[in-house]
């Protein structure tokens, strides 16, 4: 006996078009009648899904099991023939691309809004991933939205919901028509990774030896609870209050799941009043990373260069692979270059989101990359690891003090006088009207074009050059346009003003600006004291306060 396929008509929905990182709507939009469904059989279209095995990953938030069950009956209907799935629906961003690379599957789906809140009146999130095991490209997600647009009907099997909680493997129909699922263990082959890249007896011989050095991990009620109980209590030997808020949630306990000094608060004043040596926090799918000690908090900027430019010696996996090449997204500060010239690497700056990471790291000339936003990652993987960075920011610490009692403060005071240092910040101002924020950008565009502003001076800050960011993949040579306005001045510094592609309502408008110095005296200057002028020059210049009527920032990282 095989199953039935039934044809269903739908109408369209507008704005099925994938962000920077998957689709992401309120939970009320997902629940329209045929909305989910939609966008599903759109994206089995897209990538010709016939005969394909697909990962299902998730963070585990509010609504996450329906639709894993949505896309079992629509995927079966379109002769996918295998799902690998994550017990109860379960599976980190990060141990998703894994999963779908050492399983040589096709791509997978992975049900997240990421940082977003979760709950019923929250957001959720549908990515797709491609054979890589990254985000699809735009080529892709472009061809997906083409398809919502010109929906008639979508597939579905009549085959019974999916047993998600019990691993195994379970086969439907027969013949050529059979479908089969897989429900595996989310954290296992990714620990078994870990263990491939770090050193984990160095990192627990540093652990045993040093008694006081204290470490604290909050999971923000994310996807990486799981991950991290199994890593850092079972497999490196902390103690069980090591870590915190580690069971996932489907609403994150009402929480932003963001690892950031607004979002992750309670792990930020619990380092610093309790005095952690190691503070660390992942977002809701685990791709995100936040670093802190009791006396200094590392930039996401900052993290990626230390990490760079120890990982060769420090890391197991660079010692044997070797360090070809950098990359950072547009945005983010130039630390990472400052390495990769002064090591002789290969170093690329391409735009925000991790999609465009994938196409040099295939090829072979990129190996570590980061992004401002807490996102740090390499090519052992096609997404960006929260628990990766944690991990190689704990092997390089054991790895330096095999030599010298060091802490995070002393690597990166050591970075900076090697490198100089890189002030950043990056000021956010969400849910603003879409209108005002376009029109915002718009005249931005203007004066990059016309060139006006070449030459002037603002808060003491002449200008160099403005220009509307535009990225040529080096390898497949697509292109993508109006990635930021960056404004460059004289003496280095600089501002970048770009609209966020993940919110779920309104426009959110992010503000990042950079300041380098390598005078000494001046490394352990306050970040917001060092480039309070600039921001004033970037809310001048781009007459953020006149377009949105905002005097202040939603937050600042
Ligand atoms: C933000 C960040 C970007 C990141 C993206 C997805 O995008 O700026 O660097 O890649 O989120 O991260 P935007 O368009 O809102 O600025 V995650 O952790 O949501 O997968
Ligand atoms: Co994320």
Redesign the pocket.
Known sequence: MTFDIKPVKTKNYEGQKP????L?KKVTVFQQEHYTENFIQATLDAVNASGFTLVIGGDGRYYGKEVVQLIAKIAAANDVKKLIIGQNGIMS?PAASNMIRKRKANGGFIL?????PGGPKNDF?I?YNIQNGG?APEAVTNKIYEITTKMTRYLIADIPDIDLSTIGTTTIGEGDETFTVEIVDPVEDYVILMKEIFDFDMIKTFFSKNKDFKVLFNGLNGVTGPYAKRIFIKELGLSEDSVMNCVPLPDFGGRHP?PNLTYAKDLVDRVRNEKFDFGAAS???G??NMIIAKDFFVNPSDSVAAIAANAGEAIPYFKKHGVTGLAR?M??SAALDRVADKQGLLHFEVP???KFFGNLMDAGKCNICG?????TGSDHIR??DGIWAILAWLNIIAFRNQKEKIGIKDIMLKHYSTYGRNFFS?YDYEEVSSDSANKMVDRLREIAKDGSFVGKTFEGYEIEKIDDFEYKDPIDGSVSSHQGIRIQFKDGSRIVI??????SSGA?I?MYVEKYTNDASQFEADTQTTIKSIIKAAVEISQLKEFTGREEPTVIT
């Open positions: 962000g920077t990182s998957g992401r961003t997240t809004a990421s940082h977003n999130g990515k985000p963001d977002d809701g799918d791709d995100r997204s945005p983010t925000t989101g991790w992004e401002e936003s807490f996102g997404e960006k990056r770009r609209l966020s592609g993940t919110g959110t992010r």
